[in-house]
């Protein structure tokens, strides 16, 4: 075959991957530099360097040209053939910043073909450290964005979310201030996206239509960076020094930055005619990777909950975050995050594994049995009270609260809600209580985003695609069919740990391959052979519980608001 390929980079926290894909979309070749077991020279763990005292958390940039190198001779061993790569974009890890010195433009179009990456661009950076998604050294700058233009509410509506400790309008504004001159001797800042994407272009890239809306400074309604907020973030140094240290940002995710820098067609045999694509966020190329359609939804079921959508609709909430679709203007990427997901679905397993016996074979066969078995929010008669709880065994940041136990029973038809222990079989109950409790956040935080699948039906999302450890579970897909609905069902979705490198590889097949107006859905969701990655494993919608859910819903979100009130009182 000598067809065009592609390559998509995912730079995580702890890894470098690259993944060559054909026009097929099928996967062709992958290296990967793990930066814990394969790098040399840095002090980290996990990919990082921790600063407790100051709550900061980075990673060294010049450990990530190090694994560049690396990935790229790994390729060149496996036989790759450069000269076929049509097209490089990537993903990186979402919010870290990266400071460029006075020389960068000029050392990065300048390398020689003989040298390393490492060697050469260790000196390009007026800041050797990148901060990283985990650090939470900005509480003050933070708490400064979120008044800036009248309250986080308004600040949400803005740029999609509210103040963050990892985004990086609150570490700009921090780090300007911690290293004045250093600021002041930054020629340009990249997030670790367009970092990536530099490095093959051989100048500074610009930052991902998608990917720039990570930083509290882009105002997604207008298309631009927020004068207000830049005027905050920017200290002495003034707007028009911070925005020319961002740069531009290109509305179309697919186009064509510039061919590849020489450096690689000398040293790897890359064609001239190789095209660099702007480069995403880690967040939003998971998306690409399905590809998910308008109204679908993905649901991560990790340690923590994730739950990502591709909508129509901007209704921002200081508990959400909206993204700028990657690749559709018309769409835009609804995100949410969750502390507390698979450990308290464990922690209550494991009451219940105490309570009736650890099984011999599998540790979630009680779990499961009990959520199957417990009628929805345990009414055994449509005119019992709806039982509901939160049970987080860590503090959640959705909503931002205390780690706890609570429970209440709420009657739809007047509207009643009290707290009790009353009534509950504790701790069998709870599993299917626990499951209830985290889909219908999502369900209350994603109501209004999704459509009618057809006349007389809720709106819903068409799918619902279940990632993650807890995709393997039966009973929770379940209940996901039944709480979330899904007109077409729910099905596990298997890319492995590949995501983000998949979806950054598609996003540069969809950009160099596609006709005149053709969307991202429409070229990749003709050549993406679904049975290869996903299996129905749920019914969806189902009329009258649907609909019982959707009255819970109401109830949750008075348990969610009385809780607060009442946490809010003991402090």
């Not at 499951?435 to 209350?444: C, D, I, M, W």
């Amino acid at each position: 075959m000598q067809g065009p390929l592609y390559i998509g980079f995912d730079l995580s926290t702890q890894q470098l991957k690259g993944l060559v894909v054909n026009s097929e979309l099928k996967v062709v070749h992958i290296a990967k530099f793990d930066f814990d077991a394969d790098s040399h020279g840095f002090p980290i763990k996990k990919g990082v360097i921790t600063n407790e005292a100051e709550h900061e958390v980075y990673a060294p940039v010049a450990l990530w040209l190090q694994a560049l190198d690396s990935v790229l001779e790994s390729l060149k061993k496996q036989g790759l053939d450069f000269a076929r790569v049509k097209g490089i974009s990537g993903a990186g890890q979402q919010h870290g910043s990266v400071y460029w010195g006075q020389d960068a433009e000029q050392l990065l179009n300048g390398l020689d073909s003989g040298k390393t990456l490492e060697s050469q661009l260790s000196g390009a950076f007026s800041h050797p450290y990148s901060p990283n998604w985990q650090d939470s050294s900005t509480q003050k700058e933070c708490d400064e964005f979120d008044a800036f233009l009248g309250g986080a509410d308004k600040l949400a509506n803005a740029t999609g979310s509210k103040a963050h400790h990892r985004f990086t309008g609150p570490q700009i504004l921090r780090f300007q201030r911690k290293y004045p001159e250093v600021y002041q001797n930054t020629s340009r800042i990249s997030l670790v996206s367009s970092f990536l994407a530099s490095l093959f272009l051989g100048r500074i890239a610009p930052l991902d239509i998608s990917d720039v809306c990570g930083m509290n400074l882009w105002n997604i309604k207008q298309g631009t960076y927020d004068e207000e907020l830049l005027t905050l973030c920017a200290g002495p140094s003034g707007t028009a020094d911070l925005k020319h240290k961002l740069g531009a940002v290109p509305e179309d995710g697919g186009i064509n930055l510039g061919r590849i820098n020489r450096y690689y067609i000398d040293r790897y045999g890359f064609s001239p005619d190789c095209t660099i694509i702007p480069a995403t966020g880690d967040n939003p190329a998971t998306i690409l990777a399905l590809p998910l359609r308008p109204s679908d939804a993905m649901v991560s079921l990790g340690t923590s909950t994730t739950f990502l959508m591709s909508t129509p609709s901007y209704k921002p909430d200081p508990a959400t975050h909206f993204f700028n679709h990657p690749t559709t203007p018309s769409l835009y990427m609804f995100m949410l995050c969750y502390k507390n997901g698979g450990l308290a679905r464990e922690h209550v397993r494991d009451a219940i594994n105490a309570h009736l016996g650890q099984p011999n074979d599998d540790p979630w066969t009680h779990f499961d049995k009990a959520a199957l078995e417990t009628n929805p929010l345990g009414q055994k008669n449509a005119s019992d009270p709806m039982k509901m709880g939160l049970f987080f065994p860590r503090p959640e940041i959705v909503p931002n609260i205390r780690a706890g136990q609570w429970r209440f029973d709420y009657n739809p038809v007047d509207g009643r809600l009290h707290e009790t222990q009353g009534g509950w079989d504790s701790p069998v109950d709870e599993a299917r209580a626990i499951v209830e409790s985290q889909l219908l956040s999502l369900r209350l935080r994603s109501r209004g985003l999704t459509t009618s699948p057809g006349e007389g039906v809720p709106a819903q999302p068409r799918r619902v695609y279940l990632v993650g450890g807890g995709s393997k579970n039966k009973a929770i897909a379940k209940v996901a069919g039944e709480i979330l609905g899904g007109s077409d069902g729910v099905y596990k979705l298997e890319i492995g740990d590949n995501a983000c490198a998949l979806g950054a590889a598609y996003k540069a097949v969809w950009a160099l391959e596609r006709g005149d107006g053709q969307t991202f859905e429409d070229l990749i969701g003709q050549r993406w052979r679904e049975e290869d990655f996903i299996e129905k494993i749920a019914d969806g919608y189902q009329k009258g519980v649907f609909e019982r859910y959707g009255e819970a819903v109401d109830g949750f979100e008075k348990m969610e608001m009385q809780v607060l009130k009442q946490e809010g009182e003991k402090k």
